[in-house]
């Protein structure tokens, strides 16, 4: 098991730019979670996969936000024309669903974040 | 939607001291998580519960559904304690996406 992978870790974007990033989950997970913390706050649900399907987005996640994970594995989530506001900690998540008998979640795990400046 | 306030917002403690914190809820829920999230920013999963009392060595946790509350205990705190606690809950028969609190920052000191 080793853990949920992000990359890049940092970075440093002009605003206007786009900007990808990459979450490989934990291999036997197949729901795959996007979340934003930003200073001082908890955070903040941004969408969610299942496999390979997207089932629930957050309003936070305005037209320039798109993520997609074609194969059920990886994910990426794509910010266009970056905005000094989306300064933030991009975090992925993943758990196993369904979860154990008996149980209405699972523990989900996070990896270290993609921390973005918008300068 | 479910409103999650978390208590006391800071906490400052002497190593070997114990500690609670405090998880209120709006709504029903089905799905609760405490995780530490340390000063690195790496967020750990420390409890899965719903329901219930769950330990682990120096941590334990105990959530009452009915009366809307989570709390998490820290015993004979340590240095390596010290970060932000989250807990975060969910509620839908199909599986969520969970709602984070503001967090507890505790600071541990030698």
């Known amino acids: 098991d080793t853990g949920v992978s992000q990359d890049p870790r940092h970075k440093i974007t002009k605003r206007g730019q786009n900007v990808t990033f990459r979450c490989d989950p934990i291999s036997e997970h197949n729901r795959l979670y996007w979340y934003r913390q930003t200073l001082g706050q908890g955070p903040e649900f941004l969408t969610y996969f299942q496999n390979e399907a997207q089932l629930e987005k957050s309003r936070l996640l305005s037209d320039r936000f798109s993520a997609e994970r074609p194969k059920g594995s990886f994910s990426t989530l794509e910010i266009q024309r970056t905005e000094q506001g989306d300064s933030a900690m991009y975090l992925c998540?993943?758990?196993?669903?369904?979860?154990?008998?008996?149980?209405?979640?699972?523990?989900?795990?996070f990896g270290n974040g993609t921390r973005l400046t918008v300068t | 939607g479910i409103q999650v306030e978390q208590s006391p917002p800071d906490l400052i403690l002497q190593e070997g001291a114990n500690s609670t914190l405090r998880c209120n809820f709006s709504?029903?829920?089905?799905?609760l998580q405490w995780f530490h999230q340390n000063p690195w920013g790496q967020l750990i999963n420390l409890f899965y519960?719903?329901?219930g009392t769950k330990q682990n060595g120096r941590l334990s946790a105990t959530t009452v559904a009915t009366e809307r509350y989570s709390l998490l205990y820290i015993s004979s705190s340590q240095t390596t304690d010290s970060g932000v606690y989250f807990c975060a809950v969910g509620f839908n028969q199909a599986g969520t996406a969970l709602i984070f609190g503001k967090g507890t920052t505790l600071s541990v000191s030698s």
């Open positions: 709504d029903s829920v089905n799905n």
């Open positions: 519960i719903p329901s």
């Open positions: 998540a993943s758990s196993q669903w369904p979860p154990y008998r008996g149980y209405w979640g699972s523990p989900l795990h």
